[in-house]
């Protein structure tokens, strides 16, 4: 089993910077693709990054293109979420998750294909 910890979240102002983190325990996610997705107010849980196992594979949704990045830690098991020029819009709650097989490009933006996940980190930007 799987556990998945995010950190990191808060108020920040538009334009700021944010930093997630997502620590695995219980686990090695060192094989296991992981991913992070939002969900604001209202809205369906949506795909922001993943990232293969070996950080080869990296994908991003077009309305964080630019200006989030993803990385992981495998000796710390941990994956994180860099994201600058925050938008009022990246408003929401960011989930990590992880999953040791996507077997192709369309699994890694599903969030059905995901097995694990965090309890989410709150994220506010402020206009």
């Known amino acids: 089993q799987v556990r998945l910890i995010e950190s990191g979240g808060g108020l920040v102002q538009a334009g700021g910077s944010r930093r997630l983190s997502c620590a695995a325990s219980?686990?090695?996610?060192?094989?296991?693709?992981m991913g992070w997705f939002r969900q604001a107010p209202g809205k369906e849980r949506e795909f922001v990054t993943a990232?293969?196992?070996?950080?080869?594979?990296?994908y991003y949704a077009d309305s964080v293109k630019g200006r989030f990045t993803i990385s992981r830690n495998n000796v710390q098991n941990t994956v994180y979420l860099q994201m600058n020029s925050l938008k009022p819009e990246d408003t929401a709650v960011y989930y990590c998750?992880?999953?040791?097989?996507?077997?192709?490009?369309?699994?890694?933006?599903?969030?059905?294909?995901?097995?694990?996940w965090g309890q989410g980190t709150q994220v506010t930007v402020s206009s």
């Open positions: 219980g686990r090695t996610v060192n094989t296991y693709a």
């Open positions: 998750t992880a999953d040791m097989y996507l077997p192709d490009a369309g699994s890694y933006y599903d969030p059905m294909k995901y097995d694990y």
């Open positions: 990232i293969s196992w070996n950080g080869a594979i990296i």
